[in-house]
């Protein structure tokens, strides 16, 4: 299981018979929650589609870029922290988010570990239990803070990433370039 690449940022020793995981464990009992909890399962598992992905089916080294931005390969960096096209939604749950971790590791620590960092703020986004292992020590209420404003980050670029796909198929324009879109 260890070695297993779409697991990587999964907390695989959490992967038991009878463990429930974080993104199930604090899920309040609505739809729209389970739709969230449903996308980040995806990310977990390393099965949420990216271009990334779907070049490795065509073989065409142009098709792993960004479609909404075309600034560069789309994978779960790309995706998560850094497409501009993004951007607004991500301002919106992202600051929550790193206040959640600083409150949770102190000041100190988020700057020596997570500043410059997006594979590391990836993983405390993916499954920070992976983390709670490490030098961080993220406790076990801070970790389901860290999980579900994750969740919403996670659900609400996905939701956008969709629409704007769908913009673009409708009307061919580069939606990064669009107002708003920075
Ligand atoms: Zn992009």
């Known amino acids: 299981m260890e070695e297993k690449s779409t697991l990587k940022r999964c907390n695989t020793q959490m992967l038991k018979i009878h463990e429930v995981r974080p993104v199930w ?13 449903n ?26 870029k960004c479609q ?15 497409c501009p096209a993004l ?10 988010l790193k206040q959640q971790i600083v409150n949770s590791i102190g000041q100190n620590k988020w700057h ?3 500043m ?9 986004i993916i499954d920070c239990t992976k983390l709670e292992m490490n030098i961080l020590n993220i406790n076990q209420k801070s970790a389901i803070e860290i999980e579900k404003i994750s969740r919403k980050l996670c659900y609400d ?16 324009q580069n939606v990064a370039k669009s107002p708003g879109c920075k």
């Not at 464990?25 to 909890?37: F, G, I, Q, W």
């Not at 951007?87 to 929550?96: D, G, T």
């Not at 410059?116 to 405390?124: I, R, S, W």
């Not at 670029?157 to 061919?172: D, P």
């Open 68 to 82: 909404l931005c075309q600034i560069e390969k789309e994978d779960m960096v790309h995706f998560t922290l850094r």
């Open 39 to 64: 996308i980040k399962a995806m990310l977990l598992t390393g099965t949420y589609l990216l271009q990334e992905h779907i070049q490795r089916f065509t073989g065409n080294t142009e098709e792993q």
């Open 116 to 124: 410059g960092n997006k594979e590391l703020l990836l993983q405390a």
């Open 25 to 37: 464990r604090t899920l309040p009992p609505l739809t729209y929650e389970v739709k969230k909890a």
């Open 87 to 96: 951007n607004e939604q991500r301002q919106k749950v992202l600051p929550e």
């Open 157 to 172: 670029l996905h939701v956008t990433r969709t629409l704007l796909h769908l913009q673009l198929v409708i009307t061919g």
């Open 112 to 114: 020596e570990h997570f």
